[in-house]
């Protein structure tokens, strides 16, 4: 498999706190790969780990085959938003990208056609970034990295701050950029936002990994939603087939596709009242599962 990012064993340590803890997984072209994990999760310092920008403990994080500190010119390979409020307050949006270009050797005309690119006005770009939106700054980071034309993008939380259009028009641009061979890492803490957009999934939790794959892979783990007239019984049928059940509130959980489910129903004469392969739902239960643990829960608790 062609590799894109390759995190290997990434562990960061602040003091006797462990932020990332023996982080690995690798990013692929054409594809989003979506980083999900709780607020707090350890998902900015494994991003900023991957640009150089905080060193490892231990382990190593490379990019196109290097540590991003050694590629030459990296706004040419690696697209990059981390904070999108950092940059600097007093300059223009347009003055920001055109010392992007300058420092990246590349034709100025760019500047216009990623302005335009994510809905950047003449007058918006020309206004100073104190005054911006967080909206606003967002998408001028999305223009910034994009300057290069890399073929990586690393981006922490875009969505942040972007209305409902403007996530939207996210997605598309993501979308079709990993169409085009481009390989995206898409950090968020809401699932939703990852699960429409990304291929595959690398779920962190407390500074470890505690799922990933496939999004499809994923949403098959969790299985199928099914319900009859007497769940009870059919529990009992799916167990005597060899399929994992479990009850919960919203129908039986089956370790199963749908058409073994149907099959054992079938045969059975059962009547099913609901059918259905898990998918958000189940994803969400995942996630929320995996992350129960998560630190801030308990010092709620
Ligand atoms: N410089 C630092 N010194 C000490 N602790 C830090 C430092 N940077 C991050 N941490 C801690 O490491 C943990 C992971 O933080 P990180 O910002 O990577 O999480 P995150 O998954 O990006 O969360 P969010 O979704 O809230 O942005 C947090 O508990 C944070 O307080």
Redesign the pocket.
Known sequence: MVVMISVENLT?R??G?T??DDVSFAVRPGAVTGFL????????????MMCGL?PPTSGTATVLGKPYAALPNPGRHVGVLLDASAQHAGRTGREVLTLGAMVMGIDRSRVDEMLDLVGLSESEASRRIRNYSLGMRQRLGIAHALLGDPQVLIL??PANGLDPAGIRWMRGLLRGYADEGGAVLL???LLHEIEVVADELVV?GR?SIVAQGTKAELMAASGTTVRTTDDAAFAGLLQQAGLGVTPTASGLQVEADPLAIGQVAARHGVVLTELRQASSAGLEEMFLQLTAYD?REEVAA
């Open positions: 960061k602040y003091g706190y932020a990332v994990g709780p607020n707090g999760a350890g998902k900015s310092t494994c991003m900023r905080t922490d939380e950090s968020s803490h962190i500074g630190a």
